[in-house]
């Protein structure tokens, strides 16, 4: 009952900016934590941003600069800012979050949406 969807992905020139948007639907009491992973061919699936509810956040040493999280807690959503791309493989983003539903809290995951850096 619950689902991730993003938007927001597609083809940029290096040097461009993309904003990644998600939000999550369904049966939802509360979404503690939201973020982005992102995986590249031939690479592990790697954390790029995340916010708690705490307020804390984790970013990726690589994009620090580039990138910037944001929530809206009102919509269940996140975003990346994502500036000053750099030309690389293409990788898929995925939304990722940790939500309590109806009597259960789990992480839950988007279907990726697909970003590509080239010239």
């Known amino acids: 009952q619950v689902e991730l969807v993003e938007s927001g992905g597609g083809l940029v020139q290096p040097g461009g900016s993309l904003r990644l948007s998600c939000a999550a639907k369904?049966?939802?009491?509360?979404?503690?934590?939201m973020g982005w992973y992102r995986q590249a061919p031939g690479k592990e699936r790697e954390l790029v941003a995340s916010?708690?509810?705490?307020?804390?956040?984790n970013i990726l040493d690589s994009v620090k600069g580039r990138f910037t999280i944001s929530r809206d807690t009102a919509t269940n959503s996140v975003f990346l800012q994502m500036n000053n791309l750099k030309p690389e493989a293409p990788a898929v983003y995925y939304c990722?979050?940790?939500?309590?539903?109806?009597?259960?809290?789990?992480?839950?995951w988007g279907k990726g949406t697909l970003v590509t850096v080239s010239s």
């Open positions: 990722s979050a940790f939500i309590a539903a109806l009597t259960s809290g789990m992480d839950y």
């Open positions: 369904g049966s939802i009491h509360e979404v503690y934590r």
């Open positions: 916010n708690h509810n705490s307020g804390a956040t």
